[in-house]
């Protein structure tokens, strides 16, 4: 299943390219489109995605059935589900030639209302990252994190933050690398000026 225009909008959004539409590319001088139509969406490996309405309950082993189960051997990790309740988990069991069914062990719990199950292939695994990217920039900037932190002082250009601002760093660096694993992903640069530029922020 080819990327959405909304997960592509995600994917520029977390490499650091900004929302910008196609028509403000002359300006903004990116580098993505181009990037984006030439070499990521084309040579992104897809691999079997299929749905199971098999109910899941957290903690644990259980066969779930889908259409096709070929592809899921044994020792190989499946995506399932998607946003808050993906997770990634480990085959256990295969059966194909009938109902076709795979085992492993659930940390989540997963209705039977036809969830998506996927092989970990580049856009299975891509579409995990961006999950966890926007889960972790809206921890950023919620009150959770913007509640432990405020401003101590401000410079020519520069801001401090007063005790307590661990959790956002902490946030920013997990958000940092997730960047980059979803730029290694891709194989394209980031633009990684998150937390740099004019305004710097020094946490403590």
């Avoid at 002359?26 to 139509?37: H, I, K, R, S, W």
């Avoid at 779930?64 to 990790?77: H, P």
């Avoid at 960047?179 to 194989?187: E, M």
Wanted: hydrophobic share 40%.
């Amino acid at each position: 299943m080819t990327l959405s225009t909304s997960e592509i909008d995600s994917l520029r959004f977390h490499l650091g390219y900004g929302n910008l539409t196609d028509n403000a590319s002359l300006y903004t001088a990116d580098g993505f489109q181009m990037v984006f139509e030439q070499v990521i969406s084309p040579n992104l490996s897809t691999g079997t995605e299929d749905a199971s309405t098999t109910a899941v309950v957290a903690g644990s082993t259980t066969v779930i059935t889908l259409t096709d189960a070929s592809e899921f051997v044994i020792y190989s990790k499946a995506m399932i589900d998607v946003g808050d309740d993906a997770e990634i988990v480990v085959v256990k069991a295969q059966v194909t030639g009938g109902p076709e069914t795979i085992t492993a062990k659930f940390a989540k719990a997963h209705g039977a209302a036809g969830y998506p199950v996927a092989t970990m292939s580049g856009k299975a695994r891509l579409r995990f990252m961006l999950s966890e990217a926007e889960r972790l920039w809206e921890d950023i900037s919620g009150k959770s994190v913007t509640a432990t932190a405020g401003i101590k002082s401000i410079g020519r250009g520069q801001v401090e933050w007063f005790a307590n601002g661990s959790a956002l760093r902490s946030k920013v660096k997990q958000y940092q690398e997730l960047q980059r694993q979803i730029a290694t992903l891709c194989r394209v640069a980031p633009d990684d000026t998150f937390g740099k530029g004019s305004c710097s922020l020094s946490l403590y």
